[in-house]
């Protein structure tokens, strides 16, 4: 009978969350230079989103010159023709509104949230760095410095920071998602000012970007500024290079140690998966969600709280165009070894390949998928990136509304079938990660 009760509060929970998950409007189309053009209007709030997404990321680097797609992130907040050194950020932050932008292994974003009145401001300096970006000297060594700091930061001085680059190294041989996002200083060091504008000319073109807009707006008045402002701003007029090298099927474990300026050593296991948007994506996507998302996930009550083998215990799936990755990461406890928590961890995935997750964690999974669905989409920037991803990656914004539905179709035995196929070791790269010895 409690089963009953529990089964049904989680059926009862799903559907109340779908139900509050409104269907997200738009309207899409393309203008004359190729450029992708996505709209959504919310009058609920007097603010608005103003994003351009570039199709270019650490995957379409030179391997001699990486490091290009994360170093125009900072490059072009520089300034324009028309916008000096420095008054971008002020601009924005004077009239009322943030912005930022981020790079990945696929793709560059750029977005302000702007008071709804400054719509055509937005606009015209996201134009701006489209069309008339300085690639100068002085701010590409500007630039330099700043992602120098940036790397010490986030990668030298922090603790783990350099993780993940090892081991997309070890996990792609082949296939660029091998090189880091940051790349290589001395790759940007001995770059010289041609090479930058040569990247500028190649991937910041209308025709490999989508402008999407949500938040207070009105149509019609939104359309004859965007054409004012991106109408007139020419094609690229060359191709577009695009990554064509697949990576070869792992036959075998990789196994690897790492040392760092760490206090506590970590476990690290990567699996390749399916790019995102495949059918095999959403039950491994599910998985990862079992093993790893809040405080009763398996990982999470057996490793951390009943084992106190590790002080954490995560699992992360990678949503790439090209090849997926679950990357598991775990910082062992006091007094435990590596290998003790490694083996804790291997429990964990012969047991969900081999053992059929109970009806009722299956519906706490659902619930915990349906969250995150409407959190992602629940600011106007969540649903301009959305919209911009789900077009650019998959080929229809409507996924927005839909792609649950490919959640709600995975079943308790494909997510135990996307264990057995996808966790194995044979599909892996091992790391252990220590803290360096002192000399």
Known sequence: MKKTILLLTGIFSLSTAWAQQQTIKFEKYELKNGMKVILHQDKST??????????????????????????????????????????????????????????????????????????????????????????????IETQREVVKEERRQRYDNTPYGGLLDETMKRTFKVHPYGRGVIGSMDHLNSAKRDEFYDFYRTFYVPENAILSIAGDIDIKETKAWIEKYFGSIPRGGKPIPRPTVKEPAQTAEVRDTVYDNIQLPAV????????????????????????????????????????????????????????????????????????????????????VKTELISEQEFQKLLNQVENDFVNANATVEGIAESLSDYWMWQGNPDLINTEILQYRKVTREQIRAAAQQFLTTNNRVTLHYLPKQAN
């Not at 990321?57 to 490091?67: C, M, Y």
């Not at 994360?70 to 907040?77: D, K, Q, V």
């Not at 560059?108 to 489209?130: C, D, V």
Request: a negative charge; aromatic letters at 12%; hydrophobic letters at 40%.
């Open 268 to 351: 690290i296991h990567s699996f390749k998966i399916p790019a995102r948007g495949t059918p095999e994506f959403y039950a491994v996507d599910m998985l990862t969600k079992l093993l790893s998302q809040g405080q009763s996930s398996r990982f999470q009550k057996n490793i951390v709280d009943q084992q106190q083998k590790a002080l954490f215990v995560g699992a992360f799936p990678f949503a790439l165009e090209d090849h997926g990755v679950a990357l598991m990461f775990g910082i062992v406890n006091m007094g435990v070894g590596p290998d003790d928590l490694e083996a804790a961890m291997n429990s964990e995935y012969e047991r």
């Open 46 to 139: 007097p603010i608005v989103a103003v994003t351009v997404s570039y199709r270019v990321g650490s995957k379409n680097e030179d391997p001699q010159r990486t490091g290009f797609a994360h170093f125009f992130e900072h490059l072009l907040f520089e300034g324009s023709e028309n916008i000096g050194r420095g008054e971008y950020m002020k601009m924005v932050k004077e009239n009322g509104g943030t912005l930022n932008a981020n790079t990945t292994y696929d793709r560059t974003f750029y977005y302000e949230i702007l008071p709804s009145n400054q719509l055509e401001l937005g606009l015209w300096m996201e134009s701006e760095r489209l069309l008339h970006a300085k690639i100068e000297d002085i701010g």
